[in-house]
């Protein structure tokens, strides 16, 4: 399952490096906050190249975010993380489009051109 959201970069949380099994990791964890009606404050997880291309990025930059959802057990509780795969800038002025059931062509149930809000489809 792969998701996306845009929103402008709040925080750059402390690096987190270490050496594992398979060699060192780094992991880097930053917020997003939306820019709708409620603001929402999103933490992600970037592992690896990841970790090393979002410290390239000044707080106040507006990204869009491609990501999974990844969820594990332990000790009987669960953790989930927000892992990104992508992450791009927006350019200045730029807004993600957003797609509603009014926005889509052939709505019986919206006002099309030439037809009044009381006009009904029936």
Not at 16 to 37: A, C, L, R, Y
Request: glycine share 8%; net charge negative; charged share 25%.
């Amino acid at each position: 399952m792969a998701l996306e959201i845009s929103g402008k970069l709040v925080k750059l949380l402390p690096k987190q490096t270490g050496e594992g099994k398979n060699g060192p990791w780094s992991k880097q964890d930053f917020v997003i906050e939306t820019s709708e009606q409620f603001p929402k404050k999103i933490c992600f997880s970037a592992w690896g190249e990841r970790a090393t291309q979002i410290e390239t990025f000044s707080e106040g930059t507006d990204l869009k975010v491609s990501f999974d959802v990844q969820s594990r057990e332990y000790n009987d509780r669960w953790y989930t993380d927000l892992k990104p795969w992508k992450i791009d800038v927006l350019s200045p002025g730029s807004t993600p489009a957003v797609h509603t059931q009014d926005s889509i062509a052939g709505d019986p149930f919206t006002a099309g051109p030439g037809q009044s809000e009381d006009d009904l489809p029936f």
